[in-house]
């Protein structure tokens, strides 16, 4: 699903990954942070594809917004189970979006 976000300026955190074999909880735990995000002042919304290569792309209303989802507790122990068991690789891009437009039928 392609998120709803407001006129920009807003803020984009892409996450990029390459994953280990196997599930270890992943994707319950992936469900779990979506959950907690959504909960977040500031969230505006996420959009996230798999294949080789995984990409998520959480978008922002502010960078605050962003240092306090990093911080949240239950963030951070994904975060630190993804060093550990779920990532051989990934890279974190926080950017902020100043034009968007698009398409739909």
Known sequence: MIAKTPEPPYYAVIFTSLRTDGDNDYNMTADRMVELAEL??????????????????????????????????????????GRI???????VRISKVERDYGFQL
């Open 40 to 81: 977040q002042e500031g969230y505006l919304g996420i959009e996230s594809a798999r294949n080789e290569i995984g990409i998520t792309v959480s978008y922002w209303k502010d960078l605050e917004a962003i240092k306090k989802w990093k911080k949240q507790v239950d963030h951070t122990e994904a975060r630190e189970k």
């Open 85 to 91: 068991t779920w990532y051989k690789k990934f890279k």
